[in-house]
């Protein structure tokens, strides 16, 4: 082999390492640059991959790091489904990072984290930590929200009058409640109003069916709080209005000594006493609100004849159409219910909210009205009342949409509106319709034609080999 031949062919092979080595450099390259700059298509019809536009705008504020915690079993569709989740998160917000623990195989991390059932999410950022137990698009944005707000809210549980508790396990508790809103960032304190005002820190009262009336002097820090915009939550039973009729009735929420009678639930297997709310008021507490309630051993609860100018008073839950007013105390514990001329027809409202406007200021002052000190008037205070609290009690609460209905109330109430509901996709149902030619290729081809040529081959081929 001559010299130049040689220089060529070494010439060649050098020109063909480079060749490879350059790809080599080019696919490394590419695929740093895809890890960390990579661009997604949903190509579904209902753009299941995507995530809403309410949440996008959430994710726009995000401006410090946060890591979200998938606890889920890897190798199961499950973790999956997070994957595929929390990845849209990661592609539409640098700051936000995401990673799929199996607690079976990390117990240690997964005790940490306080963990104690598959399918929980921990999200961690702005120095404080988030536990969302569905994991779904709703829940993990309004926990990003609670933590980009990081302001801990003082909810004041009013005591002294056989009020329900928020501790404990018994099912008349609302520790549930206080769990769910403990997790967004509220703080739970008791108050006795016999012994100190509200203070002006506070985000929201709750008396949860008081059980003795509450003194005058009590219902007085109640109005002074709600006039200098405080907001209030009220449960109630049936047939006690903890002294709070008047205070109510001066705030346009009328309530009545009666219990809802509701045949509907007896249909679906409930009982009378167990009135179902399909329908709803409308206000931004409700808006988009579909799901369905069922309350238990209810009174009516409905805004008053006599409108005053800067209240706004809204009913949010009505009954069935088939459901009544049931006013004869005697007839109800003698187990004879029936509808009578004393009785009113449903829908009965079983909520109602009263939202105190500034012009009711003016009105106060030019009456010279000095026991109602207008004077503290000073923002828009916010009323809701219940006309039942098993509902929201650890009884009843995680029963239909109970825990969504009170937990979007409350955060109505203490002006955490944008904590949002979405709207879940489904993937809409396409069915096959074929006329009777396709329908008989589609029998014949599978049953008939393919198995008999495969038989037919069959046959040839062990011809072939039986004539060798």
């Known amino acids: 082999m001559s010299k130049d031949e040689t220089k060529m062919r070494l010439r060649s092979s050098s020109n063909m390492t480079a060749a490879i080595i350059l790809v080599i450099v080019l696919v490394v390259v590419i695929t740093l640059l895809s890890e960390r700059h990579y661009f997604r298509w949903d190509l579904t019809s209902t753009g299941e991959h995507t995530l809403s536009d309410k949440t996008l705008q959430v994710l726009k504020n995000i401006k410090e790091p946060v890591t979200i915690r998938a606890f889920v079993r890897v190798g199961f569709q499950e973790a999956e489904d997070a994957r595929k989740l929390l990845s849209a998160y990661q592609y539409e917000a640098a700051n936000v990072h995401y990673e799929l623990i199996d607690p079976e195989r990390n117990p240690s991390v997964t005790r940490r984290y306080n963990v104690k059932n598959i399918n929980t999410f921990v999200l961690e950022g702005y120095g404080q930590s988030q536990t969302v137990k569905i994991a779904d698009e709703e829940h993990i944005t309004n926990a990003l929200i609670t933590l ?256 969504d209905f009170v937990m979007n109330t409350i955060n109505y109430l203490v002006g955490r509106e944008n904590l949002i509901i979405i709207k879940k996709k489904h993937k809409p149902v396409e069915p096959l319709m074929l006329n009777r030619t396709q329908g008989l290729v589609v029998f014949w081809v599978p049953v008939f034609v393919i198995p008999f040529v495969v038989l037919i081959i069959g046959i040839v081929v062990w011809n072939r080999r039986r004539s060798r």
């Open 148 to 403: 980009i707000e990081s302001e801990t809210l003082k909810v004041y549980w009013l005591t002294g009058h056989g009020e329900r508790v928020f501790k404990g396990q018994d099912p008349g508790a609302l520790s549930m409640l206080q769990e769910g809103l403990t997790n967004e960032n509220y703080e739970f304190l008791e108050i006795n109003l016999m012994q100190e005002d509200i203070p002006k820190g506070a985000s929201l009262v709750v008396i949860a069916a008081p059980v003795k009336s509450l003194f005058p002097e009590e219902v007085t820090s109640l109005e002074k709080h709600l006039k200098r915009g405080g907001r209030i939550i009220v449960f109630l039973e049936p047939y006690n209005d903890g002294g709070l009729k008047g205070f109510l009735k001066t705030y346009g929420i009328r309530i009545t000594d009666d219990i809802i009678v509701d045949k509907l639930s007896r249909v679906m297997g409930g009982d009378y006493l167990l009135p179902m709310v399909v329908k709803y008021g409308i206000h931004d507490i409700t808006k988009d609100f579909r799901l369905a309630c069922l309350f238990d051993m209810a009174r009516s609860v409905e805004p008053g004849d006599e409108q005053k100018s800067g209240l706004t008073v809204t009913a949010l839950a009505y009954t069935s159409p088939n459901s009544w007013s049931e006013r004869d105390r005697k007839s109800l514990d003698a187990g004879m219910v029936q509808f009578d001329e004393q009785d009113r027809q449903g829908p009965v409202s079983l909520a109602a909210i009263a939202e105190i406007e500034p012009p009711i200021k003016k009105e106060l002052e030019e009456k010279g009205d000095k026991e109602t000190d207008a004077t503290e008037i000073t923002g828009k205070g916010r009323l809701v009342v219940f006309g039942d609290v098993d509902f929201a009690s650890n009884k009843r609460f995680g029963l239909a949409a109970n825990g």
